[in-house]
């Protein structure tokens, strides 16, 4: 098992430009989460997605859009990209979204943008 | 609100020390209670968790973690540390979401430095 794969490992971007940021889960987890970690702040929720078909905010949506496309995958999109939007990108998934449940993370994706 | 905090962004110690890493959560429902470790440009692993039950959680690695609910505690040991301890560990507590689902809210972070 591959367990949570993210794609791509790194990029560049140039203000304004868009780009889709990947993930995948081989574990047959039903929710998915992506994370946001700056230097200092800890990891920070973006987006979250309890079971496929759903998703909703968490605590630093805006700038973000998200898509559960099926069971295993969940995008993150960033439209229109801002130098505020570097960071490290964290995929992860659980069985489910009890309180009790492990998280399992992909490997990042280090984004900057000038 | 639930919220994390981790006393020290950084800590030192020798090969073969004691290791302490604090964490102090606020929950307003009974905390279940995470330490995750993350090495240098990879993801974060789950080292041990405390939900119900024992209040000494044993985890990965030889590190273990005490719930003290009178201290709104769950800090980290290990009794001798290793050079291969030395990471960035997130203490987290899992709580429910404005619209009812449950996240995680991690701490900002310690970074263990083990020197030989």
Known sequence: NAGVTQTPKFQVLKTGQSMTLQCAQDMNHNSMYWYRQDPGMGLRLIYYSASEGTTDKGEVPNGYNVSRLNKREFSLRLESAAPSQTSVYFCASSEFDFRQETQYFGPGTRLLVL | ?116
């Open chain 2, 1 to 116: 609100a639930q919220s994390v905090t981790q006393l020290g962004s950084h800590v030192s110690v020798s090969e073969g020390a004691l290791v302490l890493l604090r964490c102090n959560y606020s929950s307003s429902v009974p905390p279940y209670l995470f330490w995750y470790v993350q090495y240098p440009n990879q993801g974060l692993q789950l080292l041990l968790k405390y939900t119900t039950g024992a209040t000494l959680v044993k985890g990965i690695n030889g590190f273990e973690a005490e719930f003290k609910k009178s201290e709104t505690s769950f800090h980290l040991t290990k009794p001798s540390a290793h050079m291969s301890d030395a990471a960035e560990y997130f203490c987290a507590v899992s709580d429910r979401w404005n619209s009812g689902y449950s996240t995680l809210t991690f701490g900002k972070g310690t970074m263990l430095l083990v020197s030989p």
